[in-house]
Nanobody, 114 residues
Framework: QVQLVESGGGLVQPGESLRLSCKAS????????MRWYRQAPGEARELVAG???????NYANSVKGRFTISRDHAKNTVYLQMNSLKPEDTAVYYC????????WGQGTQVTVSS
């Protein structure tokens, strides 16, 4: 049974940082393409960042240079380091993997507001 559990969201001011975590069970994050998505109220869910089995990363244009996706094999966890946060980054952030089906975590709320 694949499970993804996100954590690390919260309320921050513009310009501050947060690190999101996605703890996986039932799969190894190093053996799969792992992705972070986000969904703002009234908006479609959008891809934010991904990391391949080989460690290659890709980012949405809106977060390039500010967000970094990484993983820890020993902890079987994927991270999303978010720096220089903006109000438009406010959304629920979801971890995602496709492994004999598509799996999502429950999401973690990120709110950027002064």
């Amino acid at each position: 049974q694949v499970q993804l559990v996100e954590s690390g969201g919260g309320l921050v001011q513009p310009g501050e940082s947060l690190r999101l975590s996605c703890k996986a069970s039932g799969i190894m994050v190093s053996d799969n393409i792992m992705r972070w998505y986000r969904q703002a109220p009234g908006e479609a869910r959008e891809l934010v960042a991904g990391i391949t089995r080989g460690g290659n990363t890709n980012y949405a244009n809106s977060v390039k240079g500010r967000f970094t996706i990484s993983r820890d094999h020993a902890k079987n966890t994927v991270y999303l380091q978010m720096n220089s946060l903006k109000p438009e980054d406010t959304a629920v952030y979801y971890c995602n993997v496709i492994f004999n089906g598509q799996f999502w975590g429950q999401g973690t709320q990120v709110t950027v507001s002064s």
